[in-house]
């Protein structure tokens, strides 16, 4: 079991940053992956970034260039920094850890923090 706890949304104006904060239950290190998702209403929840175990990280298009995902093991938390903001990044911002057991997989989810941007 993982627990997964988002602060650090909020409302900005077009162009400014923001910088959420998901604190972990366990060791960020032995989560397979952890990452961001985000929903609109009416929309699918959609990637965001995401960090392997390993390291890899991937983006999706929309924020490639202005988001940065980073791990802090020591405080077992994940941030996704987030600059250059667009109203089109408006949301819901959930943090998600896939954790492996064996054969079987496990999908975690936070609470979710809300992500505003005003033009």
């Known amino acids: 079991q993982v627990q997964l706890v988002e602060s650090g949304g909020g409302l900005v104006q077009a162009g400014g940053s923001l910088r959420l904060s998901c604190s972990t239950s366990?060791?960020?290190?032995?989560?397979?992956?952890i990452g961001w998702y985000r929903q609109v209403p009416g929309k699918q929840r959609e990637v965001v970034a995401s960090?392997?175990?390993?390291?890899?990280?991937n983006y999706a298009d929309s924020v490639k260039g202005r988001f940065t995902i980073s791990v802090d093991n020591a405080k077992n938390t994940v941030y996704l920094q987030m600059n250059s903001l667009k109203p089109e990044d408006t949301a819901v911002y959930y943090c998600?850890?896939?954790?492996?057991?064996?054969?079987?997989?496990?999908?975690?989810w936070g609470q979710g923090t809300q992500v505003t941007v005003s033009s």
């Open positions: 998600h850890a896939h954790q492996e057991v064996g054969f079987l997989g496990f999908d975690y």
């Open positions: 366990r060791s960020t290190a032995s989560i397979n992956a």
């Open positions: 960090v392997s175990n390993g390291g890899s990280k």
